[in-house]
């Protein structure tokens, strides 16, 4: 008996906890609620100013787009597709991890997802809010965008659902509602603990009406559960459909290099590979820049680490594929296609993104790597960097050679392109900064669910413990 206990007592050590410091219930809501309540600091406002700079320049590249048109980028003759789509499914890849974190993972009861949940479910709907601008300013005619809705127009003729463009709006926009309801709903319980300590009449009526009447009585407990398990249970398949019918986009099309079956799983394992590095690095930020270093900690960085690895490894199988199917097909435009994109005039962008995705990742793989806070900065930016430049050989290195070469053309972007990708940037880190600023960064009622004092039997083991 004493030898059971004994390897107990060594697997609860190997086993490090999830929050650091061995906080109490009330300190966890002290901690988080501070950030809240305290005066804004000073570098906030810098950020902030920052950010949104970089916003009112994508607004005003907007206004130029919908008065000059869409010759204003670079698009040629063949490349009709430019930055506008490689920006797009960037951010929708961006968007993937919150999902994935917050639903696959609460279904699958990593207790790890509850320090981070928030931060990668906010960090998904402002990625899909960047995500939407693009579509909807790409199509040129921007006052006719409700066609795409299932609504007959002016014409009395119906939406064209073999569009590919309709997809991406029933895709992206029912992800985008579940992913907001998703949010909010795991807000409430702490909503509510704001509005409870709310000095000033007006957070008290703000936080007061977004808490909807929470009192944290058990049938409220009992209804908010189930309801956040049915929501989980329906994100869970967005996190595959969503970047499946993103890649369909390409897929459908005939021309050599898209035309392939590979491109939903592929797209996938990307947006979740991105979308985990972005998590990373506003979380590095944020453990630097606000008290949370117990809640995200080392631990928490070093798991993400290891999904980033192996999504990465996903990603480097699936551009060897490629080339292998290209060869094994013996189709000569399609093995022309991928020869060009690693040795033709694009060959520089496809090397960088080979390098960023593929040799970069694998420095995970050393556990010094894993839990070094600069480390895990810096190589979490070049993978997203990497990302980018994977939509960009997609788009821009297969349109340029069609299938008739006297159509061929160099790519080249125009300044409006460049400062449109900055300015969106500026529309994300805006609306995250808002969020970091007034709402509760990490789910509060979720850590204290996972600290040892919230077993029942927690008194009782403690004693059991000391007794051994």
């Known amino acids: 008996m004493s030898s059971i206990i004994t390897n107990e007592k060594l697997n609860v050590m190997a086993e490090p906890p999830l929050i650091a410091g061995n906080p109490t219930f009330g300190k966890v809501t002290d901690v988080i609620t501070k950030i809240l309540e305290d005066k804004t600091q000073f570098r906030w406002y810098v950020a902030f100013g920052i950010s949104t700079l970089m916003l009112s320049v994508l607004g005003g590249l907007i206004g130029y787009l919908i008065w000059e048109g869409t010759g204003v980028w670079g698009l040629t003759n063949p490349v009709g597709w430019g930055w506008a789509i490689v920006n797009f499914v960037f951010w929708v890849g961006i968007g993937h991890a919150g999902t994935l ?17 928030r931060f990668a479910e906010s960090m998904t709907i402002f990625a899909v809010v960047c995500a939407l601008m693009f579509p909807t300013i790409h199509v040129g005619r921007i006052w006719l965008l409700y066609w795409f809705a299932p609504l007959p127009n002016q014409m009395g003729m119906w939406p064209n659902f073999r569009s590919p463009l309709m997809w991406d709006f029933f895709a992206v926009g029912t992800y985008f509602a579940c992913s907001i309801i998703f949010w909010f709903v795991g807000l409430i319980p702490d909503l509510a603990t704001v509005r409870d300590r709310a000095v000033s009449k ?4 703000i936080f007061g009406v977004l808490a909807l009447g929470w009192r944290g009585g058990n049938s409220q407990w009992k209804h908010y559960e189930v309801a956040y398990l049915i929501l989980a249970g329906i994100s869970t398949p967005l996190v595959l459909s969503v970047h499946s019918i993103v890649s369909t986009d390409f897929a459908t099309s ?7 079956t590979i491109f939903p799983p592929y797209f996938v394992a990307g947006a979740i590979f991105s979308g985990f590095a972005m998590v990373m690095t506003l979380a590095i930020i944020a453990r630097i820049v606000y008290p949370v270093k117990n809640f995200i900690t080392i631990n928490h960085l070093e798991k993400m680490a290891k999904v980033i690895l192996l999504t990465g490894m996903m990603v480097g199988y699936a551009y060897a594929t490629e080339f292998f199917i290209a060869w094994y097909s013996g189709n000569s435009y399609e093995r022309f296609a991928f020869v060009r994109r690693a040795f033709g005039p694009y060959g520089w962008a496809y090397w960088i993104m080979v390098s960023c995705n593929v040799l970069i990742p694998q420095f995970f793989w050393f556990r010094k790597c894993r839990r070094n806070i600069v480390w895990l900065f810096i190589l979490t930016i070049f993978v997203n960097i990497g990302m980018w430049f994977e939509r960009f050989v997609i788009v821009i290195s297969t349109l340029s050679a069609d299938f008739l070469p006297s159509s061929w053309d160099y790519y080249h972007p ?24 007034f709402l509760p960064m990490i789910a509060m009622s979720e850590v204290k669910g996972v600290l040892p004092q919230a077993d029942p039997h927690h008194a009782h083991k403690a004693v059991e413990g000391g007794q051994a």
């Open 101 to 117: 974190i917050s639903a696959v993972l609460f279904l699958l009861r990593q207790k790890w997802r509850t320090s981070i949940n």
């Open 202 to 205: 007006i957070r008290k009526v």
């Open 254 to 260: 005939i021309i050599p290099g898209w035309h392939t």
């Open 414 to 437: 125009t300044w409006v392109d460049v400062w449109t990708l900055i300015g969106s940037f500026g529309l994300f880190f805006t609306l995250f900064l808002l969020f970091l600023r």
